[in-house]
């Protein structure tokens, strides 16, 4: 979920533990639960810093290790045992156990998105991304933000918020419905359908879809149940050959293939290099694929630039390339 979601939810857990009688009878344990839930619910995506390293390590590493299970430890002992130095007269086990369910809620809700966690990391390193939630979405984001105004308003933030979680649960749940309608009609139109990658957007009623078949991808537009098909890719393996193995070892094609599900590519030969292209095809907009890793290499198949991340036009990944422009 984006940082705007995962702070309110804190704020929500915060008011929840008031269900517990330690934190209810004991107005310094509830400051210090609340600023824990607050900052624990966010704890996990502090490895956003990685963005300033560059793309390839944010997109390989974000939402990787900082939220496994271990991580999910750690980071709740860290942010419960730096808030207890400033409430020593509380109970630590208390304070602990709700920054913990912050974090786990954090990591939990992060699976339902079209991105994914490694949320199973070391046992297993694929990405858990179930794509039935959007990262931020409109309504979730409006029922914490309306507890969290009741709650200010006077009304008990236990009843509060078991409704607003009760309520949220239950939208996941029409909201993988929806999901599981729109794999069903892919499934019944193609034929040989390997997977169907959905792709919600911020507006309820539109979804964005990618079909993997045994010989195309196809990527489709779902709006109010109707499906439209908008473009249909030959689907060709990467090809065992000197440049395409070079281009495998550079780190911004490894951190989008480690990323991506469904992509193609392609490949343009130049006079003095070659440009090799992956295309993340979960993303189209305004007919174009705004994900993608680019590869030059020369004639002795050495990488004179790459790149990879969400850019909108031509121009501007022409600029990402600089060595070539």
């Not at 809620?105 to 079209?114: A, K, R, S, T």
């Not at 499906?227 to 065992?240: G, H, S, V, Y």
């Not at 694929?289 to 680019?294: E, G, L, Q, R, T």
């Given at each position: 979920?984006?940082?705007?979601?995962h702070?309110t939810?804190?704020?929500?857990?915060?008011?929840?533990?008031?269900?517990?009688?330690?934190?209810?009878?004991?107005?310094?344990?509830?400051?210090?639960v609340?600023?824990?839930?607050?900052?624990?619910?966010?704890?996990?995506?502090?490895?956003?810093?990685?963005k300033?390293?560059?793309?390839?390590?944010?997109?390989?590493?974000?939402?990787?290790?900082?939220?496994?299970?271990?991580?999910?430890?750690?980071?709740?002992?860290?942010?419960?045992?730096?808030?207890?130095?400033?409430?020593?007269?509380?109970?630590?086990?208390?304070?602990?156990?709700?920054?913990?369910?912050?974090?786990?809620?954090?990591?939990?809700?992060?699976?339902?998105?079209?991105?994914?966690?490694?949320?199973?990391?070391?046992?297993?390193?694929?990405?858990?991304?179930?794509?039935?939630?959007?990262?931020?979405?409109?309504?979730?984001?409006?029922?914490?933000?309306?507890?969290?105004?009741?709650?200010?308003?006077?009304?008990n933030?236990?009843?509060?918020?078991?409704?607003?979680?009760?309520?949220?649960?239950?939208?996941?749940i029409?909201?993988?419905?929806?999901?599981?309608?729109?794999?069903?009609?892919?499934?019944?139109?193609?034929?040989?359908?390997?997977?169907?990658v959905?792709?919600?957007?911020?507006?309820?009623n539109?979804?964005?879809?990618?079909?993997?078949?045994?010989?195309?991808?196809?990527?489709?537009?779902?709006?109010?149940?109707?499906?439209?098909?908008?473009?249909?890719?030959?689907?060709?393996?990467?090809?065992?050959?000197?440049?395409?193995?070079?281009?495998?070892?550079?780190?911004?094609?490894?951190?989008?293939?480690?990323?991506?599900?469904?992509?193609?590519?392609?490949?343009?030969?130049?006079?003095?290099?070659?440009?090799?292209?992956?295309?993340?095809?979960?993303?189209?907009?305004?007919?174009?694929?705004?994900?993608?890793?680019?590869?030059?290499?020369?004639?002795?198949?050495?990488?004179?630039?790459?790149?990879?991340?969400?850019?909108?036009?031509?121009?501007?990944?022409q600029?990402?390339?600089?060595?070539?422009?």
């Amino acid at each position: 979920m984006d940082t705007a979601t995962h702070i309110t939810m804190g704020v929500a857990v915060g008011g929840l533990a008031t269900v517990d009688p330690a934190v209810q009878q004991d107005p310094s344990l509830f400051q210090a639960v609340l600023i824990g839930s607050i900052i624990g619910s966010h704890a996990p995506d502090f490895d956003t810093l990685f963005k300033f390293k560059d793309n390839a390590t944010y997109i390989r590493h974000h939402r990787g290790i900082s939220h496994s299970p271990i991580a999910v430890l750690l980071w709740s002992l860290l942010v419960s045992g730096s808030i207890y130095l400033f409430y020593l007269d509380t109970s630590f086990l208390h304070l602990w156990l709700w920054v913990l369910l912050a974090v786990i809620l954090h990591v939990f809700v992060d699976i339902f998105n079209p991105y994914g966690t490694q949320a199973l990391r070391p046992f297993v390193n694929r990405w858990i991304a179930i794509g039935f939630i959007n990262t931020f979405d409109p309504f979730i984001f409006s029922l914490y933000l309306a507890g969290i105004i009741a709650w200010l308003l006077g009304a008990n933030p236990r009843y509060t918020f078991l409704i607003v979680l009760f309520v949220v649960v239950l939208y996941h749940i029409k909201r993988y419905l929806d999901k599981r309608e729109i794999v069903k009609k892919m499934k019944d139109h193609f034929d040989h359908v390997e997977r169907v990658v959905t792709q919600p957007t911020i507006r309820h009623n539109i979804w964005r879809v990618a079909v993997i078949t045994k010989e195309y991808f196809f990527v489709a537009r779902s709006e109010n149940g109707h499906i439209e098909i908008k473009d249909k890719f030959e689907r060709k393996p990467l090809p065992d050959t000197a440049e395409m193995n070079a281009a495998l070892q550079d780190k911004n094609v490894k951190a989008f293939i480690n990323f991506s599900p469904v992509y193609r590519y392609e490949i343009d030969r130049f006079d003095d290099y070659t440009e090799i292209r992956f295309i993340d095809l979960r993303y189209r907009a305004k007919g174009r694929y705004p994900f993608v890793a680019v590869v030059a290499l020369d004639k002795f198949y050495n990488v004179i630039t790459s790149y990879t991340g969400w850019v909108y036009s031509e121009d501007k990944l022409q600029k990402k390339l600089e060595p070539l422009t």
